[in-house]
Each structure stands twice: as C-alpha cells, then as structure tokens.
C-alpha cells in the first residue's frame, strides 16, 4: 500500500497548484481520500477529503472557495487543485486514505499516508 504525492512547489502569492495523491497496491476507489496540511510548529490539520465514489466532499472553512479536491479512479489519483494561494498555505501537505472521510477530522483515524509535498509560497 503506497501513497505518493507530487505537484507541490514554490508559487507566488495568488497563484494556484494542483496536487496529486497516486495509490498503488491498494484499490484506490474503495477508499475515502483527505487531504491533510501541516506547516512548521502547527498540528496538522485536514484540508479537505472525498469519499470513495467521488460523490461527496469537505473542504475545510479556512480553504473553501479555494480549494477543489477531485479524484480519477481508473487512474488510481486524488486530486486538490488550490488557488488564490496565501503565505499561511505554505506547509507539507499529505494525502491519506482510509474507509471513510473521518467527521472529527482527526489525522490520526486514517490508517494509510503519503509522504508529503512541500508547498512554499513566497514572492
């Protein structure tokens, strides 16, 4: 079971990225993906999440209208596409899969993660 996230990067403030979270040894749509981000001294902290059908999503408050997570399961890839970045988005963000999108938004109810992808944002 392996998660690996890329797409992450240096970008100026307002701009966008695309991440991606890419499973493999494990049916990937059998799953709920969240999105976790975790910035230097602060507990980390969900993003957003997508069940197993795609169908229904969370995208927490301090992202919403920002962020857009999305999934291709023939492709065994999650996807969070984040625009109109800030400084405060600047963080290691982490893809994680379990049964379900956990309410409680708790990092430690999910049983499978990634490494993480550095998102900088900087001038």
């Known amino acids: 079971v392996q998660l690996v996230e890329s797409g992450g990067g240096l970008v100026q403030p307002g701009g966008s990225l695309r991440l991606s979270c890419a499973a493999s040894?494990?049916?990937?749509?059998?799953?709920?993906v969240a999105w976790f981000r975790q910035a230097p001294g602060k507990e980390r902290e969900e993003v957003s999440c997508i069940d197993a059908s795609g169908a229904n999503t969370y995208v927490a408050d301090s992202v919403k209208g920002r962020v857009t997570i999305s999934r291709d399961n023939n492709k065994q890839e999650v996807y969070l596409r984040m625009s109109g970045l800030k400084s405060e988005d600047a963080a290691i963000y982490y893809c994680?899969?379990?049964?379900?999108?956990?309410?409680?938004?708790?990092?430690?109810?999910?049983?499978?993660w990634g490494q993480g992808t550095q998102v900088t944002v900087s001038t």
């Open positions: 994680a899969a379990d049964a379900v999108c956990f309410e409680s938004g708790n990092a430690a109810e999910y049983d499978y």
């Open positions: 040894g494990f049916t990937l749509g059998h799953y709920a």
